[in-house]
């Protein structure tokens, strides 16, 4: 478009500016220039030594990050967690959705029930959690002691099972999203399907491989999406659960390592530049996400 | 799907239901019981879920003897203020990206997308930074700030989402009757859109209410605390007090628990339109 058309469409929306304005402003000052901020900070040396006079000193914080060998080990350990996690949640969340999509007397109430976890604030969870993996009276021993004869579990001074009681406490919280989701797109498949493929002679196990799964992809994938980029960037339970990636920092994923690197250590370059890696890796994943909402927006 | 149950198998189903959903539960549950324990019990190795002795002293001591509802307060004074900045501001911009094609729009509607990708820390270290140098640490005009960041790009998507269902032609027949655009806005597209505004408000409301890794960092006098921080305070290294952790959670989650079932509807909805499909 040239300058002119575009001045005239300005002039002409000026209404939606008007509407606008405010959001963008507050958008700028609180999203947008930190955003800046936080480029031109990871190029810096700002540290708690460094605060009132730092300078800028290139890639180093980079090439510190990709140096230390910390970085993959962490960097793997979050992929597990995602990983581990969201195939948690999408297939306990499916196996219920399926389960409660059937004519059952009381449905309404295991459902309600069921979306329980999502309704607790993260941080209770967290907390509570924690509580109950307590060594001698938290209720997973005492569950393992009564019931199955088994000994106590330390569950949070080592470093494979606090990660394993952080990673349950974020499969609890985490599933009845993906149930409420595959609920809805489940009720959205034309019983019509259903009928013929019986008249087909299909067995039920075909009937949910052919015709099941396949409608509920379209609903599914931009809800593991979104799952994905929230679980790994959940900070509250990895950093609640293990209490800032007790024991001797070998729980940490990705973001709490981060905030630790920034907010503890007060490596406020380095956390930054680290931040900023980690942001591409999400972008790189999630732009595949953009492109989706983007092309359904065409269709309006 | 089938009209014929197996009864075996509608047994199974129901067994299988039923584990689940006392063991999904169960915390809740667990949280609730040792709120009501008597002090000398909190630690106990009773698996029972009503205490035999049980006893309210927990509650009462929260409430009595414990700052618990001076971080009530600080906490409902801070999300209120984020609500209503967050309702205000997103309901107008969702309308704006929604019905209008304006230079510039595609590029601030991929910032808010973005947004979602950033990782917590990308936000909170600049903005503790600059919070810093303005001498907005402890205060809770900073820990505003920093919510409205976080809580917007998502409240202003969700909205835009919304509008989008809302068909134009009935701002257009307003319009010929001789309705001032703004007027069209406010008098019928903004109330047929208050499902959108009620997720919003809770949105934007819970962003704030059940919030501790960003006012750990902002807030650092007690007395400003908010209810995540108080309540964590309870459960620290050396004592936890449980009995007070777990009446303080029973009295700030069973609210919030209750209010998302009522919602939950409009809620889901609203994450399926205006999240998910754009």
């Known amino acids: 478009m040239n300058f002119a058309t575009g001045f005239q469409r300005i002039r002409r929306e000026k209404f939606a500016y008007y509407l606008i304005a405010p959001a963008l402003l507050v958008m700028f000052c609180v999203v947008f220039y930190p955003f800046v901020y936080n480029i031109l900070l990871s190029f810096s040396n700002m540290s708690m030594t460094h605060f009132r006079h730092w300078k800028l000193i290139g890639l180093r914080q980079y090439i510190k990050v990709f140096s230390e060998g910390i970085f993959y080990s962490v960097f793997f350990k979050t992929a597990l967690w995602t990983v581990v996690n969201v195939f948690f949640h999408v297939v306990i969340g499916v196996s219920l959705a399926l389960i409660l999509n059937r004519p059952l007397a009381g449905r309404f109430i295991f459902r309600t029930l069921l979306i329980l976890p999502w309704a607790v604030p993260q941080y209770i969870t967290a907390l509570t959690w924690r509580g109950m993996f307590h060594h001698e009276y938290g209720a997973i021993n005492l569950f393992l002691a009564k019931f199955l004869h088994l000994p106590a579990v330390n569950w949070l001074s080592n470093p494979n099972t606090a990660f394993m009681a952080c990673i349950l406490t974020n499969v609890w919280l985490g599933f009845p999203f993906m149930m409420v989701i595959a609920l809805g797109g489940l009720q959205s498949i034309p019983q019509e399907l259903y009928e013929a493929a019986e008249v087909d002679g299909a067995s039920p196990f075909q009937r949910l491989r052919r015709i099941t799964l396949p409608m509920l992809k379209p609903v599914m994938i931009p809800a593991i999406t979104l799952g994905v980029i929230w679980t790994f960037n959940n900070l509250n339970v990895v950093w609640l659960v293990s209490n800032g990636g007790e024991p001797s920092d070998k729980t940490h994923i990705l973001v709490s390592y981060v905030y630790k690197a920034a907010f503890n250590l007060y490596r406020y370059g380095y956390a930054a530049a680290l931040s900023m890696v980690i942001f591409f890796i999400l972008l790189l994943f999630g732009i595949n996400f953009i492109k989706r909402t983007k092309a359904t927006e065409g269709i309006y | ?278």
């Open chain 2, 1 to 278: 799907m089938q009209k014929k149950q197996n009864p075996l198998k509608l047994g199974l189903i129901y067994l299988f239901l039923t584990i689940f959903t006392l063991a999904t539960i169960y915390p809740i549950l667990r949280v609730i019981s040792i709120s009501l324990r008597p002090g000398d019990r909190l630690l106990s190795t009773s698996l029972a879920l009503i205490p035999p002795d049980w006893t309210l002293n927990s509650y009462r001591q929260l409430l009595f003897d414990s700052p618990f509802l001076r971080w009530l307060l600080n906490s409902s004074l801070i999300a209120l203020v984020v609500t209503i900045t967050g309702v205000a501001l997103a309901s107008t911009a969702g309308y704006s990206f929604s019905r209008f094609r304006f230079p510039g729009r595609s590029f601030w509607l991929g910032t808010v997308l973005t947004t979602q990708m950033f990782p917590a820390t990308m936000l909170l270290l600049p903005l503790y930074v600059m919070l810093a140098k303005l001498r907005l640490i402890n205060t809770y005009l900073g820990l505003i700030v920093a919510y409205s960041a976080t809580a917007l790009p998502f409240c202003i998507w969700q909205m835009k989402g919304y509008y989008d269902t809302i068909p134009p032609s009935l701002e257009e027949a307003a319009r010929i009757d001789g309705c001032s655009r703004f007027r069209s806005f406010y008098r019928i597209v903004l109330p047929l859109a208050s499902p959108a505004l009620v997720i919003t408000a809770l949105f934007s409301f819970m962003s704030a209410w059940a919030e501790y890794m960003v006012a750990a960092q902002i807030l650092q006098s007690p007395n400003l605390f908010t209810l995540p921080l108080g309540l964590k305070q309870f459960q620290s290294n050396m004592t936890t007090q449980w009995g007070l952790y777990a009446a303080g959670s029973v009295v700030v989650g069973i609210p919030i628990i209750i209010l998302f079932l009522i919602l939950s509807r409009w809620l889901i909805s609203g994450l399926t339109l205006g999240g998910v499909k754009g």
